[in-house]
């Protein structure tokens, strides 16, 4: 399940690993010296979490999906619908 994926509107692809179901994966993170542990895919826990990281990637001028952070509150929420399955088209927020 991917909460957003990298479009003409995102600079970030973040999605729930398999290998870390509680964590919410930010792959290809050009972050990874600044906050990602020297990872290009950092793997982040909870909702303040990738918040912080989120507010990073704007302050380095990143487009960060409006509709993400509501996506990743309602992930952590437990609704099973609340990211982008896959093979399904991507909503449009
Ligand atoms: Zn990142």
Redesign the pocket.
């Known amino acids: 399940m991917s909460f957003a994926r990298f479009s003409a509107t995102s600079d970030?692809y973040v999605y729930q690993p398999v290998s870390d179901p509680t964590g919410i994966e930010?792959c290809g993170?050009h972050?990874a010296m600044i906050?990602?542990g020297g990872s290009t895919c950092?793997v982040l826990h909870g909702v303040e979490e990738v918040a912080r990281?989120m507010w990073l990637?704007e302050q380095a001028s990143d487009l960060v999906p409006a509709g993400l952070l509501d996506r990743v509150e309602r992930h952590y929420a437990g609704d099973e619908d609340a990211g982008f399955g896959d093979g399904r088209p991507s909503a449009s927020t």
Do not use: F, Q, Y
Request: charge should be negative; aromatic fraction near 0%.
């Open positions: 970030v930010c993170c972050l906050d990602g950092p990281h990637h």
